[in-house]
């Protein structure tokens, strides 16, 4: 099936520092991704949506500065948070979209990154 | 809010005993899935209904959907400890970018 590895699984950053979580779909090749945050017992907020080759979309109050999300090919999507701050502290996640059939399609997620801003 | 509702918010019951959980949302849908999340894990995909459908069941798990009421219910028969995770329904709407929108989601936890 459809796999998507996500690296790191946790990252700890001082506060002011970029940290780059990967997005990798290892057996397929993904034109769109989509960037989730989570907070702890909260749902899954869609952050943007990655597309190959083109700039991402992001959700309504999401600094696009902040984030930074580079798709440039078809296997691998990149977000970067950018002078992280502890309030940056959370659950990120990653998911791709899979053809799963003539009139629909499937969505495959990551493992996720635990990113903790000191 | 891009997201729906779901209720319960949190569950707690006995093993053996039958879990339902509701979801509600507000756009037209093209088709909703149900995911599930062990703690601090991805999220696994557990079944889809399109929206041209009013019931659907996979093994333990029985899906409805009521497009009238923009509303869909998941229930878990004869559960099991193993079942304790967060659930949530997610949305594919029918116009705009196929982007997956996701429930507030129910925490169950199972009793043994």
């Known amino acids: 099936g459809a796999v998507v590895s996500q690296h790191p699984s946790r990252v700890i950053c001082k506060s002011g520092t970029s940290v780059k979580i990967e997005c990798r779909s290892l057996?397929?090749?993904?034109?769109?991704m989509f960037w989730y945050r989570q907070f702890p017992k909260k749902s899954l907020m869609l952050m943007a949506t990655?597309?190959?080759?083109?700039?991402?979309?992001?959700e309504q109050g999401v600094e696009k500065d902040k984030f930074l999300i580079n798709h440039a090919s078809l296997t691998l999507s990149t977000l970067t948070v950018t002078s992280a701050h502890p309030e940056d502290s959370s659950f990120y996640i990653c998911?791709?979209?899979?053809?799963?059939?003539?009139?629909?399609?499937?969505?495959?997620f990551g493992s996720g990154t635990r990113l903790t801003v000191v | 809010s891009q997201q729906g509702e779901e209720d319960p918010q949190a569950l707690s019951i006995q093993e053996g005993e039958n879990a339902t959980m509701n979801c509600s949302y507000k756009?037209?849908?093209?088709?909703l899935q149900w995911y599930r999340q062990n703690s601090g894990r991805g999220l696994v995909h557990l079944i889809l209904?399109?929206?041209?459908?009013r019931e659907k069941h996979s093994g333990r798990l029985r899906v409805t959907l009521d497009t009238s009421k923009k509303s869909s219910s998941l229930l878990i028969t004869a559960s099991r400890a193993a079942d304790t995770a967060s659930y949530f329904c997610?949305?594919?709407?029918?116009?705009?970018?196929?982007?997956?929108?996701f429930g507030q989601g129910t925490r169950l936890t199972i009793n043994p």
């Open positions: 998911s791709a979209r899979v053809q799963g059939g003539p009139d629909f399609y499937g969505y495959t």
């Open positions: 756009t037209s849908i093209n088709n």
């Open positions: 209904i399109r929206s041209n459908e």
């Open positions: 997610a949305t594919v709407r029918i116009q705009g970018a196929q982007k997956l929108v």
């Open positions: 057996d397929f090749q993904a034109t769109t």
């Open positions: 990655s597309n190959e080759g083109s700039k991402a979309t992001y």
